[in-house]
């Protein structure tokens, strides 16, 4: 669990980090303006459900349970990004943009981290 959520840190701020010198070298002409919020909230979201996959003790579940999580994490996502997009319309497309980048890296990372747990309990 530790590896996880020290994972997940090291992803969100090297994230922040390679927008903030994309920015200084120009590649970009400004970083998004949700960069931080967006990072606090995918952060959070992934640690506290892969806590909770991590946990289960009844293996028949988790397939239901995963789905679940999926489900409620689409919806709340979606609310996000609705808000971003009302409340800053000029950066929306960066900041949509780096939610999207950012979510699929976090989703691998948390599908990589959980099979790992399921595959070393399979009996052999």
């Given at each position: 669990?530790?590896?996880?959520?020290?994972?997940?840190?090291?992803?969100?701020?090297?994230?922040?980090?390679?927008?903030?010198?994309?920015?200084?070298?120009?590649?970009?002409?400004?970083?998004?303006?949700?960069?931080?919020e967006t990072s606090l909230?995918?952060?959070?979201?992934?640690?506290?459900?892969?806590?909770?996959?991590?946990?289960?003790?009844?293996?028949?579940?988790?397939?239901?349970?995963?789905?679940?999580?999926?489900?409620?994490?689409?919806?709340?996502?979606?609310?996000?990004?609705?808000?971003?997009?009302?409340?800053?319309?000029?950066?929306?497309?960066?900041?949509?943009?780096?939610?999207?980048?950012?979510?699929?890296?976090?989703?691998?990372?948390?599908?990589?981290?959980?099979?790992?747990?399921?595959?070393?309990?399979?009996?052999?």
């Amino acid at each position: 669990m530790i590896r996880f959520a020290g994972t997940v840190i090291a992803v969100v701020f090297g994230s922040l980090l390679l927008v903030m010198l994309f920015v200084r070298v120009g590649w970009i002409d400004a970083g998004p303006s949700y960069a931080i919020e967006t990072s606090l909230v995918l952060a959070v979201f992934t640690v506290v459900i892969y806590r909770y996959l991590f946990r289960l003790e009844k293996p028949e579940t988790f397939v239901m349970m995963y789905l679940l999580s999926m489900t409620v994490k689409l919806i709340a996502y979606g609310v996000y990004v609705v808000v971003m997009i009302v409340d800053d319309k000029p950066g929306a497309n960066a900041n949509v943009l780096f939610f999207l980048i950012l979510y699929v890296i976090l989703t691998a990372l948390e599908v990589g981290f959980l099979h790992r747990k399921i595959a070393g309990n399979r009996p052999r």
